[in-house]
C-alpha cells in the first residue's frame, strides 16, 4: 500500500497533525458521527479489507465499494454492507472516537458526509501525473 503526499487528503492522524494536515481530535468532531471523524486509521481500515488474503477467511471474500462516508453505509442493504469496504471502516471510526471521546454519538445527518477539513467536500487523494 502506498500513502501518498497528503495534499488533498486533508486528515492527520488521531489527535496528531502534520505539516498542513489537522489532527483529529474529540473536541472537533461534534455530536455526530460525522467526516470530521477520518483519520488516516480509516483509510488504512479500508485498504485493507479489499486484501483477500487478509479478510477472505471472516468474510468469505474482499471487499467492493458499494458505498462511501456515514451516510452512504448506513443506507446500504445488509447484503451490500457485508460486502462494503467503508462500512468495516466507519465501524471501526465511530467505535474508536465513541471509547476514546466517551460520547454516544448521534445518526449522521445528510451534510456530514461532507468535511469542512476538506473544504466542505469529501476528502480525496489525487492522483498526480
Ligand atoms: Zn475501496
Redesign the pocket.
Known sequence: MIVCDPDGFGHGGIGKGYETVEAVKCENIGPTVYGKMETMGLYMM??YT?WKNLVAPPLGKE?S?EAYRPNGVRNLTKKKAKRN??SYAWFATEDFWTAVCQTNYQDPQPSNDTDPICKFGVCRIEKRS
Open positions: 479500508h485498504e479489499h471487499t465499494d469496504a467503508d
